[in-house]
């Protein structure tokens, strides 16, 4: 079964508004969790590294004023997309690692349209 | 890792038969690779992964090869089902970073 969940499954909104995504963990605590964009028929990107209790770590090129990660607990992360612009419009997925290989599992995904 | 392009590469390979797909990495000081199936409006979903102590490791119908000479990686499945169609992605591994490459997109020919 699922180990990672996301919510919303996809979101439509409309431009200039807040989005906000939900990365759960469920039955496992996660001190870092990662959250990925996916453009249509493009790779994974990493955007940041979300650390439980501390300030999220942006990859180069990722405004960390623009998508907002709060690792508040053990089992949420969530990122906000703040004024969203149709550019924006993307594939959300977040991961977590788990284990002693490390082996990072993926949630469902969020797809976010942007009008 | 690779650069990220706009047209995925494709493998079509008649159902039963084997396919191997192929992933060039670039970061020499990777130590863990892993490939990852993604179907439509899914995750990635973990298939195997191998390290670079390793150059060989099998798992139930699939098989991932290392060439760290040549930094190439490869994943073989075996008697390839409908349910294999889907997106392939190699990822390479460091601080527990994934990089992922540019992705195949495999379809079965029934």
């Known amino acids: 079964g699922a180990v990672v969940s996301q919510h919303p499954s996809w979101v439509i909104c409309k431009s200039g508004t807040s989005v906000k995504i939900e990365c759960r963990s469920l039955d496992f605590q996660a001190t870092t969790m990662f959250w990925y964009r996916q453009f249509p028929k493009q790779s994974l990107m990493l955007m940041a590294t979300?650390?439980?209790?501390?300030?999220?770590?942006?990859e180069q090129g990722v405004e960390k004023d623009k998508f907002l990660i709060n690792h508040a607990s053990l089992t949420l992360s969530t990122l906000t997309v703040t004024s969203a612009h149709p550019e924006d419009s993307s594939f959300y997925i977040c991961s977590q690692i788990r284990g002693a290989e490390n082996e990072q599992f993926f949630g469902p995904g969020t797809r976010l349209t942007v009008l | 890792g690779e650069s990220v392009g706009l047209h995925l590469p494709t493998l079509s390979v008649q159902e039963g038969d084997n396919s191997i797909i192929n992933c060039a990495y670039s970061?020499?000081?990777?130590?863990?690779f892993i490939w990852y199936k993604q179907e439509s409006g899914k995750g990635p979903q973990f298939i195997i992964d191998i390290r670079s102590n390793m150059d060989k490791r099998q798992g139930q119908r699939v098989t991932v090869l290392l060439n760290k000479t040549v930094k190439h990686l490869s994943l073989q499945i075996a008697a390839t089902q409908p349910g294999d169609s889907a997106v392939y992605f190699c990822a390479e591994s460091r601080h527990e970073k994934l990089t992922f490459g540019t992705g195949t997109r495999l379809t079965i020919i029934p």
């Open positions: 979300s650390n439980e209790g501390s300030k999220a770590t942006y």
């Open positions: 970061n020499s000081a990777s130590d863990y």
